[in-house]
């Protein structure tokens, strides 16, 4: 059936499997040029197409064309089972991610990355079985595919039950040790496979004891880490499952399998890296430290919190020249993004120049605040990032802070013993006039008095993000 | 020592590929808006879900003619791939669908 075209370095090749690497690298290439153009607004839809189709084309030909070591294809009794599992997983996959809102966003990619994890990890559990013990590259790339793959499936479900509210955070000072218990049975274990010198039949207890101490460590590595602190999480994870996937690609020698894991394990990196930036911490200190607590933040009296009435509030906006609105992760909890947007459609027909102020950390994971507002219709021009409104702050006449705290506290600037002095912030205290509009008089995540909130400057607005919106939209409109 | 350079020999073509590709991500990536990053997250992670491809090739050599456990997790391993697949590009495209202009 299959024509034999020649031999090279000694392997006899086909047409069959010539055609499956060329379809490997056109699937390599288009996920390439899709991630390239997901960095653009007008294109990323074209980029995500392109990349999707990559993988369509890499499944089909892998079921069409891909032969074992005897150069036995698939047979049809095995298509129709892999084709079963593939339509099981795509009608599940379809509806939820028809069905998701866009607030749960995190929980779902953080669940869809689990499941990426478990892949990974059963297919090095899969393959270890085969695995050549006398060349350990193939034993270790094997067991790195097991462990990182366990860890991505674990530690990314605990984080779904975290964002999703089922798991609550357990912030015990003894974790970090078992933490480094397993760490460390981790690598004991993998190193006693890799130098054991027995046949994989013999370490079976091994690799299933591998399993479950790299499972448990997934968990337990999440557990301690803070809401705040999630869009690092998830990133981390999704690098993680992108290397796992690159570690089963070292094992079939697949091209396409290596280069779309480490796109993503790059991708992945840099986000995380970027997210601690915004944060001014270490990867380190988000894994180890809890955060807050113990910190010497500025007590003590600062003033009284000065509140503004609505009609107020109303006129101050409706006759403001540039009003500038920093939404933060309460504005997404009170589903307030709607309403929001009414508000500076209004404001715009009364030639009102409205921007929002969009911090890195905002919401739950790297750019959800940006796809919460997107949804609600804002367009996204009119989503400025932090290092470019910033210059334009101490010319804004109003600001609205929207259930933000932390991501406008000056102690960042101000003060060098704040725990989080040093990041990044949105200068909200630099422009005219601010409005804050907030559920109760506590603090932030991080525990810190705002002495933004106490500003001469600063005007409160008490409730819920969407009911005070919905009232001052009543307001304006009546003007 | 010698051992390194034997590994190193033989997946010298997947190091290179390894290496560049590193490299290629660093810089498609780090021009990225921050408008974007939530939808290129989980566009990327439906890439990783390419480890489909092992769950095939697992599941299309495994013994289909008696219920074993190569062949139930490997089914598993198909299933979990194209949920990741399926649903991250699903959801990025929904997603991205809402970018739109101002219109004037």
Redesign the interface.
Known sequence: MDKMLGTFNGVEFTVGGTLLELSYLVAALL??F???L????ES??R???Y??AG?VL??LT??LL?K?ANG?G??P???W??LA??G???A???I???K?K?TA?PQ??SF??A??G???A??A???FPNADMN???SVLVTLLGLVIGSIAFSGSMIAYGKLDGKVNDIRAGYLSYVNLILLAGTLGLTLFILLSGQTPAELNWAIYLLLVVSLLYGVLFVMPIGGADMPVV??LL?SF??I???M?????????????????????S??TLLMCKAMNRSLLNVIVGAFGGGGAAAEGEQGTMKEITMSDASVLLAYSRNVVIIPGYGLAVAQAQHICHELDELLGSKGVNVRYA?H?VAGR????M??LL??A?V?????V?MADINPDMPNTDVCIVIGANDVVNPAAINDPSSPIAGMPIIKAHESKNIIVMKRGRGKGYAGIENSLFFDDKTRLLFGDAKGTLQKLVTEIKDL | ME?IL??FY??K??IF??AL??F???E???????????????????????????????????D??TINT??I???????????????????????????????K
């Open positions: 996920f390439v899709g991630l390239k997901l960095s653009h607004p990323a839809r980029g995500n197409f990349a999707g993988m890499a499944m892998t079921i891909h074992n036995g698939i047979q009794a095995n298509i089972i892999i599992a593939i099981v997983g795509s599940i996959g379809w939820i991610a028809r998701v866009m966003m779902l990619v869809y990355n499941t990426g478990a892949a990974s059963l297919v559990l899969l393959e060349n350990w590259g998830i990133s999704n499952t992108g796992a996937a690159a089963a690609g070292f094992i079939y020698a697949n091209q396409a399998m290596i280069l779309g894991g480490i796109l993503v394990g790059a991708a992945g840099i986000l969009i890195p994971m790297p750019g959800h940006n796809v997107a949804e219709d367009p996204y021009d009119q989503l990032e | 051992e034997i590994f033989t997946y073509e997947a590929i390894i590709s590193i290629l991500g660093i498609v990536i780090s021009n990225v808006p921050a408008v974007l990053h939530t939808p290129l997250m989980s566009g990327a992670n439906a890439i990783s879900g390419v480890i489909i491809i092992g769950g095939i090739i697992l599941v299309g050599h495994a289909a003619s190569e062949l997790l490997g089914i598993f391993a198909v299933i979990f791939g194209t949920l990741n697949v399926v649903g991250g590009f699903v959801v990025t495209d929904r997603m991205l669908e809402m970018f739109k202009k101002k219109k």
